[in-house]
């Protein structure tokens, strides 16, 4: 048995390859790795990559994501100019410069996340960036802004765009979903933010997060591909349904979340975080938790389990 949380931090992210699992976070002006064969304990971090001290990325690293793509790890992040308030977050890439994701990487820069591809330095406010392949094509989704702006109380909308490779957006940005809906809508911000991909039944589905982070609200919503042939870059072929995983009276602010199987690959697991009070702030821990899906292939993930509540260990794990 295990009980949440797993540790403290935001934004959780894991990638399983060869039986290990790997997780990614930003602390102190950089970006840290560690390597377990345990779901439940994450093994120590280390610092693959510390931003420079000028340029566009060289403060505020914010959510990164660890991907293997094309025989080499990436990391894709948020980073931006001293806030608050945070108007100049952009999303980044770097590159592995080995085949080890606890080594070097270098930076391959700052992503176009605009309306204009032909204009230089037209990219848009952008967080939460994730790259993945359906049917041959690698895309990325964001969370961004429809103009740049004065204040970060701006609605945060979500954005596809094609990739020519794991660096580059090739196209101009389509968006997908805004924060319409009565329960995505917020008292103080409407936000769409936090898209992961989950594939299942030849259906796509990006989970993400709405509401306020720093409150109790934050929770998850669902965007369906039906068919994973229909062209993702059409609006009118994602469907919207939320809520899909909400707080509880125990429970406060779900949001941000990670997939990934248990190490036998039988049971479905996701990762993600919660605020350790009600009070308004960013106080936050990570959890782990099974899901299912249903029968019509969608994810179900049930209610949060309360903190110190026992646990099955993940299927596998020793």
């Known amino acids: 048995m295990f009980a949440n949380p797993i540790m403290d931090g935001a934004d959780p992210w894991v990638f399983k390859k060869d039986g290990l699992y790997y997780f990614c976070q930003s602390r102190a002006g950089g970006i840290y790795v560690a390597k377990s064969q345990s779901m439940t304990k994450p093994g120590t971090f280390s610092q693959v990559w510390k931003a420079p001290a000028s340029g566009w990325n060289r403060t505020n690293i914010w959510a990164p994501e660890l991907h293997y793509l094309n025989g080499k790890w990436y990391i894709y992040y948020a980073a931006g100019e001293a806030g608050p308030p945070f108007i100049h977050q952009k999303s980044g890439v770097l590159e592995s410069v080995t085949s080890d994701a606890m080594g070097a990487y270098t930076d391959k820069g700052m992503l176009y996340t605009g309306d204009d591809i ?3 330095g037209s990219a848009r406010w952008a967080i939460d960036l994730t790259p993945f392949y359906l049917n041959g094509q690698l895309y990325a989704v964001w969370s961004g802004w429809e103009q740049n702006a004065s204040t970060d109380r701006t609605p945060q909308h979500l954005y596809i765009a094609t990739m020519s490779n794991p660096w580059t957006i090739n196209s101009n ?146």
């Open 173 to 318: 940005r389509i968006k997908i979903s805004s924060p319409e809906q009565p329960w995505e809508k917020g008292t103080e911000l409407d936000l769409n933010e936090g898209p992961e991909l989950l594939k299942n039944q030849n259906k796509a589905f990006i989970i993400y997060s709405c509401r306020e982070s720093w409150l109790p609200a934050y929770q998850l919503a669902q965007l369906t591909l039906s068919d994973t042939l229909l062209n993702p870059m059409e609006k009118t072929n994602w469907m919207k349904k939320g809520p899909v995983f909400t707080g509880t009276s125990q429970v406060y602010g779900v949001g941000h979340v990670s997939f990934t199987t248990s190490p036998d690959n039988t049971e479905n697991w996701m990762y993600y975080h919660s605020k350790k009070s009600t009070t308004p702030g960013w106080e936050r821990d990570i959890r782990l938790q099974k899901f299912t899906f249903n029968t019509d292939g969608s994810p179900d993930f049930v209610t949060p389990i309360p903190v110190n509540t026992p646990i099955h260990l993940p299927s596998g794990e020793k």
């Open 118 to 120: 032909t204009v230089s």
